[in-house]
């Protein structure tokens, strides 16, 4: 079946960059999403790529697909306080409709 | 705000006990899915209806159940509780089930079971 990894924290200075990173098993993907989820609130779609894309940028987020090894990144720029969250990467795959499977998470925590 | 309403926002029960969430889609949305996320198992895919009918089912337990009525609202039902149900329930909805259409998630519902 499909498994989707992530590591689990992540720790960084207030404008710096942050890169979150995310594995998958399944060759058959057809979309890869990063969704955000804050306390207390529901997941927030940040952004989403296409299987057969490379990279797709949307003003401070950038992410990143090597289709080959099955790697799939997120780089926030200028990294904000109010980016602490959690970050989910998530999958779609052929034939599973639009169900999504997701990673395991990343809390992102942003430093003064 | 994304449209998507859940209720309610917090439940304490018992074990061996029965309870409804529910969830209003965002208006025009025809397809509701169920999420569960707990500790042990993360975030996991329970159903998916589509204007009223099951399109997909995923580790949902035999003691859960869901419907989605005319209105297009949903339910989801779990029943003979136990402590390991303990978890934030989330409903997402989307205009269709296409591959591909965004999913829209509501703020879930977080069920403590005691």
């Known amino acids: 079946g499909e498994d989707v990894e992530q590591s689990l924290f992540l720790s960084v200075r207030e404008g710096d960059s942050s890169v979150i990173n995310c594995t998958y098993t399944?060759?058959?993907?057809?979309?890869l999403y990063w969704y955000k989820q804050e306390p207390g609130a529901g997941l927030q779609l940040l952004t989403y790529i296409f299987s057969n894309m490379d990279m797709k940028q949307d003003q401070r987020l950038t992410v990143l697909l090597n289709k080959k090894d099955k790697h799939l990144s997120l780089r926030i720029a200028d990294t904000q306080t109010g980016d602490s969250a959690i970050y989910f990467c998530a999958e779609t795959f052929t034939g599973g409709g639009n169900k999504l499977t997701f990673g395991t998470g990343t809390q992102l925590k942003v430093e003064l | 705000d994304s449209g998507v309403t859940q209720t309610p926002k917090h439940l304490i029960t018992a074990t061996g006990q029965r309870v409804t969430l529910r969830c209003s889609p965002r208006s025009g949305d025809l397809s509701v899915y169920w999420y569960q996320q707990s500790l042990d198992q993360g975030l996991q895919f329970l159903i998916h209806y589509y204007n009223g009918e099951e399109r997909a089912k995923g580790n949902i337990l035999e003691r859960f159940s869901a419907q989605q009525f005319p209105d297009l609202h949903s339910e989801l039902n779990l029943s003979s509780l136990e402590l390991g149900d303990s978890a934030l329930y989330f409903c997402?909805?989307?205009?269709?089930?296409?591959?591909?259409?965004?999913?829209?998630f509501g703020q879930g519902t977080r069920l403590t079971v005691v």
């Open positions: 399944d060759s058959s993907s057809t979309y």
């Open positions: 997402a909805s989307s205009v269709d089930g296409g591959v591909g259409t965004e999913a829209f």
